[in-house]
RNA sequence: GCGCCUCUAGCUCAACGGCAGAGCAACGGACUCUUAAUCCGCAGGUUCUGGGUUCGAAUCCCAGGGGGCGCACCA
């Protein structure tokens, strides 16, 4: 039998290069010149030109491209060379060369088929641009859409120098249930699943928060997680149903800490992987460089407004203001929630930021400390940029007895509120066993490597993003 | 869930009430320095699905499906 080895024979392939390691190594080679350096490397074919008794090909692997040089008469099995479809996974060996115009380039003394593809290959110049291809099948935009490739190792990379960082300041990474039995640690709708050995409801964490805590509570003084949680919301450009938050938790830290924190790391990660904390974004500009701006939520929605608003005015006049600004107002909002509500429609998609939004009604945060100089209020924070919330923290809520009073005031809006948190009496036990000051953050880090990869839709951060099924796949 | 837009060859797109087409890919051929190579030839279709209007529908209308964006919910 004649003709290259076939991926029915092989099972390993050991490549001795990379398409980028010998463009690095190569750079200066001149035109025309040939090396007695030989290299086995391997990737996928995505372009070929016959040329008669010479061909040319682009073989891409995991770190870019590089030119194959294919003459009749140094290249075995020629005709079946160019025979190769786009597409095809080959091996090849032979010596690093430039061709008369320059190009870097192997020229190829033997090789083999790894893979062959039986679907043809999207268009070589335009690639994919249908994005429902592109998501459900991310294979395939993964082959042809650099871009897409490109951001998605940003985002291991993102998230390998936030545990990098992390560790280097004592925080120990843990892991907290998925499976919880109380959902609790944020205010959202979660997924409900069942245990069949133990015939309990089980709930997809909406956040690892409380678990967090506990651990804090154990002596455990920064613990961190990055991990996926689930909410059962609807889908938009900026939404997907699950998604990864990083949780940082410090004993002894107040928000402001917190915020030292989320700044600093973000400067970091945006310096490590850009090269600059000044980026743009959708076009605009969006500097990262710390510090970045502190202001209330009380006075920025008294700005945009154009008038001054507080959570102790008369109620009356807050719910005519939010109606006026087009809140939906429900009999059952409190001042708390008036504010935060005429806040988000008025004032947080106008913030391009970055800015910490700071203190908010405690009516709405039920888990943070009350705030030490403001009545009504909590030290909470979050981070608005590009007009939508980054993370939030707080100093954390250690009383165990007013935090039984807050799932109490949650738990009597459940008639209403089916977002309402319910009593966890096992993390209010652990409170009562006394947690040290200490302080919290949660980052989304979709929305964070969206930011920084310069994408307007977190489907294009999500390597698998949720879709309806294919009808007839 | 509601509103607007969209769906044509494997891919990227034309045709916009009058014979469904091009480029790339595929297939056959020419070519020993190409760069999205070029040239010649050939093949490729349930125009998302189902109804309707019309002499005639990819095109107009209705219903359904997929997707995008906006609103709402939220991070």
Not at 280 to 296: F, G, I, K, M
């Amino acid at each position: 039998m004649s003709g290259p080895a076939q991926p029915a024979d092989i099972y390993r392939f050991e490549p001795t290069a990379t398409a980028a390691g010998l463009a690095t190594k190569h750079a200066e080679l001149e035109p025309g010149r040939e090396t007695d350096e030989s290299v086995t490397i391997a990737g996928r074919l995505m372009l070929r030109r016959g040329q008669g008794k010479l061909a040319f090909g682009q073989l891409q692997d995991a770190t870019g491209r590089i030119q194959l040089f294919v003459p009749s008469d140094v290249t075995p099995y020629f005709e079946e060379f160019t025979a190769l479809n786009l597409g095809d996974w080959i091996g090849v060996t032979g010596d690093v060369m430039t061709t008369r115009k320059g190009e870097l380039s192997v020229k190829v003394r033997d090789w083999c088929v790894l893979a062959k593809t039986q679907r043809q290959f999207p268009e070589k110049w335009h690639g994919i641009a249908d994005v429902d291809t592109r998501y459900r099948q991310r294979y395939l935009d993964l082959v042809v859409t650099p871009e897409s490739a490109r951001t998605f190792r940003m985002r291991s990379a993102m998230i390998s120098l936030m545990r990098r960082w992390l560790e280097d300041r004592d925080f120990m990474e843990v892991e907290t249930p998925l499976l919880q039995p109380i959902p609790g640690g944020a205010l959202a709708k979660p997924f409900v699943t069942h245990h069949n050995a133990l015939d309990l409801e089980l709930y997809l964490r909406i956040a690892p928060e409380l678990y967090l805590k506990r651990l804090v509570v154990g002596g455990f003084e920064r613990v961190f997680e990055i991990g996926r949680v689930f909410r059962n919301e609807g889908l938009s450009p900026r939404h997907n149903p699950e998604f990864t938050m990083l949780e940082t938790y410090a004993a002894y830290w107040d928000y402001s800490d917190q915020m030292r924190l989320t700044e600093d790391l973000t400067a970091h990660l945006a310096t490590e992987l850009l090269g600059t904390t000044k980026l743009a974004y959708n076009d605009r500009e969006l500097d990262l460089t710390p510090p970045w701006r502190r202001a209330t939520l009380t006075e920025l929605t008294s700005t945009a407004i154009g008038q001054p608003v507080s959570i102790d005015m008369a109620i009356d006049d807050l719910r005519a203001l939010c109606v006026t600004h087009g809140v939906d107002v429900h009999p059952h909002y409190g001042p708390g929630k008036l504010l935060l509500e005429l806040y988000e429609k008025t004032t947080e998609h106008t913030l391009w930021g970055p800015v910490f939004v700071c203190d908010y009604p405690k009516e709405v945060s039920p888990l943070a400390r009350d705030h030490r100089s403001q009545p009504e209020m909590t030290e909470r924070f979050e981070c608005i940029v590009a007009g939508r919330e980054l993370c939030n923290g707080y100093s954390e809520l250690v009383d165990a007895t007013e935090q039984l009073a807050r799932f109490r005031d949650q738990a009597a809006k459940s008639d209403y509120d089916d977002e309402a948190m319910a009593v966890d009496a096992d993390y209010v036990r652990a409170l009562e066993y006394g947690l040290a000051p200490t302080a919290g953050l949660g980052i989304g880090i979709d929305r964070l490597l969206m930011l920084l990869a310069d994408v307007s839709s977190i489907r294009d951060v999500i390597l698998f993003p949720t879709l309806r099924p294919e009808q007839n796949a």
